[in-house]
């Protein structure tokens, strides 16, 4: 069992507030993603780091940002939450082993709501 | 276009059959994962296949690898009402080590 941590689980949440999602990793991976998930579609991933003080941009284009100050934290802000932001957002980390030898271990997933 | 096509996008069975889910890349695969999920929640890691003719179990799912194809296949034999959820593949498909994923194969058993 992968240890990886969420919070909040849900969140509602009014237009043009500044939310954190936080994403914590115990097992000291340098690599951590967050990717964005409507029901029923495919994970796009927005941002990742490869290290301390590593963030980069994902593939699809996201207002949020990310901060990497510590390995096992990585946490997402959006600075004024939109409706269009409402998705669910998963955080995964993993350990460079390889390539095709470095499974993502996933989160539970915060489901965000702006009204 | 979709880098990994799953198929069927979902399906439906009955208790005690058995079920396959596709997976076929566009670009050579340098590693395939595959994924459960449930609806709203995160993703569980089931097994990792990185060479071609790789099979693996885990108690009654089988993932096999064929890397001439680039395509994976998750058979599950005898399905159980545990076995309900999406099911996700993952490889390591691209120059820059990041993983591409498919749409998700949601599978319904009906008792």
């Known amino acids: 069992e992968a240890d990886i941590y969420q919070t909040p689980r849900y969140l509602v949440i009014g237009t043009g507030k500044k939310i954190t999602l936080e994403c914590s990793q115990t097992?000291?991976?340098?690599?951590m993603y967050w990717y964005q998930q409507d029901p029923g579609m495919e994970l796009h991933l927005i941002h990742y780091?490869?290290?301390?003080?590593?963030?980069e941009k994902g593939d699809l284009s996201s207002e949020s940002t990310v901060s990497r100050i510590r390995t096992e934290h990585f946490p997402l802000t959006l600075e004024s939450a939109r409706p269009s932001h409402t998705s669910q957002y998963l955080c995964?980390?993993?350990?460079?082993?390889?390539?095709?030898?470095?499974?993502?271990?996933f989160g539970n997933g915060t489901r965000l709501t702006v009204t | 276009s979709q880098e990994l096509e799953q198929s069927p996008q979902s399906l439906i069975v009955q208790e005690g059959k058995n079920l396959t889910i596709n997976c076929t890349s566009s670009k050579t695969l340098y590693g395939l994962y595959w994924y459960k999920q449930k609806y709203g929640e995160g993703l569980i890691f089931l097994m990792m296949?990185?060479?071609?003719?790789e099979e693996k179990s885990h108690e009654k799912i089988t993932a096999k690898l064929d890397e001439k194809k680039q395509q994976s296949s998750l058979h599950i034999t005898a399905s159980q009402p545990s076995h309900a959820g999406i099911y996700l593949c993952?490889?390591?498909?691209?120059?820059?080590?990041?993983?591409?994923f498919g749409a998700g194969t949601t599978v319904t058993v009906r008792a």
């Open positions: 995964a980390s993993s350990e460079y082993r390889g390539r095709g030898n470095s499974p993502l271990h």
């Open positions: 993952g490889a390591d498909i691209s120059s820059d080590y990041k993983l591409s």
């Open positions: 780091s490869y290290g301390v003080n590593s963030t």
């Open positions: 296949l990185q060479k071609g003719g």
């Open positions: 097992m000291g991976h340098d690599k």
